[in-house]
């Protein structure tokens, strides 16, 4: 397995952690009446806390970050342009994600947007090594 596709692996989890973690948080599942609800239908959930709808939107932007991150890395293995630059962007966008979880749930505005912008770098360094 090349860097790129291991680190494609790793988002992925990382992916799923966050989206376990904002529904945990939401649900309140470390208590009993929270584990309840979580395994049940969710029909009627409490409003969301702040930091349950930070991790809520933390989750759905490392989603929807993982589509394009994924898209771009096949491609370039798909292309057999899997060098380098490429396992680099894969490298840097995947670390800048781990950092921006914990600062997305911590509420530290200018600090995740800057985070999130190197994550984009990432990606760009991956999308330029293919053309």
Do not use: C
């Amino acid at each position: 397995m090349t860097d790129t596709l291991r680190f494609v692996v790793y988002t992925a989890i990382l992916t799923w952690v966050a989206l376990l973690a904002a529904s945990l948080i939401r649900a309140r599942g470390w208590t009993f009446a929270g584990m309840t609800l979580a395994i049940g239908n969710r029909d009627k959930m409490p409003e969301p806390s702040p930091l349950a709808g930070r991790a809520m939107r933390a989750s759905q932007n490392t989603l929807e970050g993982f589509v394009l991150f994924a898209a771009v890395a096949l491609a370039a293995h798909a292309a057999g342009v899997d060098g380098p630059r490429v396992a680099m962007g894969a490298q840097i966008y995947f670390w800048a994600r781990v950092v921006y979880l914990p600062v997305y749930y911590a509420g530290i505005v200018f600090l995740r947007t800057l985070v999130w912008g190197v994550g984009i770098v990432g990606l760009a360094i991956m999308v330029s090594a293919m053309l």
